[in-house]
């Protein structure tokens, strides 16, 4: 694997829950497996978790969502709502890991598609490994890159910045793992693409781009 790779992957898991970063970092055998193998949408028997009982079924605490509007002509608008539902998914992420719980219920409001697996299956993964995120992460810019109102679904693709070093991940004994999550000392960049269903913005892809520019904030 290229340091390219690596380095995309490590600033990708810091996102989500951040525990990802540091299981690559201490090289914690099983899941290092699964890092150095391609990645797959995960499929919806194995991001459920309603049939466990031992995972939390209590819905996220409501945080900002997009009200259903018609499509209108106007970009910016629409661009906007699609910045409000990926600045939505942000703060869910860090409450989904903040509570540790492996419960990932109401993210389909503002997620569909790989976005959605990705935060259900990263949940559940950290309710395993016990670990718990503290602090949160800051949008620093935001930056549309494609709007396609025309398409079937309309699709809008934005490019975030992401300040996660006010993070922290704990382990079940309460440790902090601060210094061994990876810390890039500038924002990263994210590509999300947003898709309009069900008369809503939801963002359904996520990817880390080669280059990386975003400003120190």
Known sequence: MSTLTRTRRLILFVLVGALLIIIATVAVATIGAR???????????A????????????????????????????????????????????????????????????????????????????AREQYDLGYRQTGEATVTQSTP??????????????????DVSAVDVVDAAGKSLKAALYNPGRPTAHIYGAVFEDGTWKVSTHDIPDVQDCPKP
Do not use: M
């Open 47 to 122: 991001t459920s978790t309603d049939d466990d009982d031992d995972v939390s079924s209590a819905p996220l605490t409501a945080f900002p969502t997009p009200s259903p509007a018609p499509l209108t002509d106007d970009e910016t608008a629409e661009v906007q709502r699609a910045d409000v539902a990926i600045d939505s998914l942000l703060a869910a992420l860090d409450e989904v890991s903040q509570r540790g719980d492996g419960s990932a219920v109401g993210i389909e409001s503002i997620a569909t598609g790989w976005v959605l697996g990705e935060v259900q299956s990263r």
């Open 145 to 162: 890159t494609a709007v396609d109102l025309a398409a079937s679904p309309p699709t809008i693709t934005i490019k975030v910045c992401v």
């Open 35 to 45: 890092l150095s193998a391609p990645a797959a949408k995960p499929s919806p028997a």
